[in-house]
């Protein structure tokens, strides 16, 4: 039976991936898009103006959207995918998750509070049980579960990787892509022939998420994991794929070789939108590179390369495409997640 899921927030640029990537989605059958008061009413294909590098699909263009209300949502809608604004989705969220849906979220609120699961499902599957918790301390029948920022997302599996050798210190630099700040975050004035060394709050999310999503769980809460992480976040003049340079200091000694065959075996999940191999880890020094490596995996696959051996550990690049692995890919693979596992 298929599972009926809507878009909270459609009409942007990360809903209209999520819309892309649900296209024949084997389980989910897409049945409700919402979007702001001033597109509800107008079929999409009229409120939308579409980016994304494949067509519409043609019922989707022919849908009504919906205002981002729980009374104007149908409730035989299974899941949800949220992509607001997190300023939106904060005060918006709540209301649905009181109303009884289940929401897979990639806003940015509420991603660091102790009863809600922030989860890569390759890493961290057993932190889904938070929402047990979740609905005890907060009274509602529905259940939120975020996925973490596009850059956190990049790194986090290849720090999963090495931990088996005693992650203690993890530096790390980021190249990211013009589409993390969405279609009108960065204009061209700003970015050609330039690079921006600041993303506002980037720092901070990476060096938070990245020790829950690493932390262990006891069945109540999520206790961070003990490595210091330290982030510098850069913008470049690329479209898709954030490049990260990452510095892991490790209590045991571990060869490139070692580190190379770890990320290679870290086991992947048996979801339809996970790739088949969750690390690709490339030889040649010069990859990866985003425009040739961001799409590997239909986009959710994780690559690295050029690990070398430090005093302290190693040093290795890694990359993700932002608005597939590290946005609706990963929240479309975590309702995937709470499918499987029968929470909706």
Not at 6 to 28: E, K, M, S
Not at 77 to 88: A, W
Not at 131 to 151: F, H, M, T, Y
Not at 314 to 323: E, G, R
Request: charged residues 25%.
């Amino acid at each position: 039976m298929a599972v009926r899921v809507g878009i909270l927030g459609a009409t942007g640029a990360v809903g209209q991936r999520f819309i892309q990537l649900l296209d024949d989605h084997p389980t989910f059958e897409l049945a409700a898009l919402t979007a702001s008061e001033s597109s509800a009413g107008k079929r999409y294909d009229e409120a939308a103006k579409w980016r994304v590098n494949t067509p519409i699909p043609d019922d989707v263009a022919a849908m009504e959207v919906g205002s981002t209300d729980p009374a104007d949502v149908s409730d035989d809608i299974d899941l949800l995918f949220s992509s607001l604004p997190s300023s939106v989705a904060a005060e918006v969220e709540p209301e649905f998750l009181e109303a009884g849906y289940v929401v897979s979220s990639n806003s940015s609120n509420d991603r660091m509070a102790p009863d809600v699961p922030l989860t890569i499902p390759e890493i961290n599957p057993e932190h889904l049980d938070l929402i047990e918790v979740q609905r005890d301390e907060r009274g509602w029948d529905g259940a939120l579960v975020k996925n973490p920022n596009c850059s956190t997302i990049t790194m986090v599996p290849t720090l999963a990787a090495l931990d088996q050798f005693g992650l203690e210190r993890v530096d790390v630099t980021t190249l990211q892509a013009v589409s993390g700040a969405g279609y009108d975050g960065v204009t061209s004035m700003e970015i050609i022939d330039n690079a921006i060394p600041h993303i506002g709050g980037e720092d901070e999310k990476m060096e938070t998420e990245s020790r829950k999503l690493l932390g262990s769980f006891d069945g109540a809460e999520v206790a961070l994991h003990g490595a210091e992480v330290n982030a510098s976040c850069n913008r470049i003049p690329t479209l898709d794929g954030h490049l990260e340079s990452v510095f892991a200091d490790l209590a045991d000694d571990a060869s490139p070789e070692d580190v190379a065959a770890a990320m290679r075996e870290y086991p992947g999940v048996d979801l339809p939108s996970a790739p088949e191999q969750l690390i690709h880890v490339f030889e040649d020094e010069f990859r990866p590179q985003p425009r040739l490596d961001r799409d590997r995996g239909d986009g959710m696959q994780i690559s690295a390369g050029g690990i070398q051996s430090t005093d302290h550990g190693v040093k290795y690049n890694c990359l993700a495409h932002n608005t597939i692995r590290g946005a609706a890919g990963a929240s479309v693979l975590n309702g995937e997640l709470l499918a499987q596992e029968g929470w909706i």
